[in-house]
């Protein structure tokens, strides 16, 4: 897997259902921000993408943060375990670059 897979929003016609908004667990957690100021109103993935993150060894739920990849504010999201830690070890994914409202919504 590559550190991210950029992929069109959900609701883009090019969209495809096989796309994912996954990247490795440690350059997500890198990602994340104290923002206060969100300037989205929400935030949608795709089924594929939550369930390979909840197909992960152990994972029990899941936990979102905000955070900036670089480009614009976003939600980062992590699996966790029965304990509610995150699972954001080596080898770990999380997901990223949810569709944004707005603009898409």
Do not use: W, Y
Not at 3 to 18: M, N, W
Not at 36 to 48: G, H, L, Q, W
Not at 59 to 75: D, P, R, V, Y
Not at 90 to 102: D, F, K, M, S, T
């Amino acid at each position: 897997m590559t550190d991210f897979i950029r992929v069109f929003p959900v609701a883009h016609p090019d969209a495809q259902p096989s796309e994912v908004h996954l990247l490795q667990a440690p350059a997500a957690l890198a990602m994340l921000t104290d923002q206060t100021e969100v300037p989205f109103s929400s935030v949608a993935f795709r089924k594929e993408a939550i369930l390979m993150l909840l197909s992960q060894s152990g994972a029990e739920g899941l936990k979102f943060f905000h955070g900036h990849n670089g480009h614009h504010t976003t939600l980062v999201g992590f699996a966790v375990d029965a304990n509610g830690t995150l699972m954001a070890s080596a080898g770990q994914i999380a997901l990223e670059n949810g569709e944004r409202c707005p603009p898409f919504c």
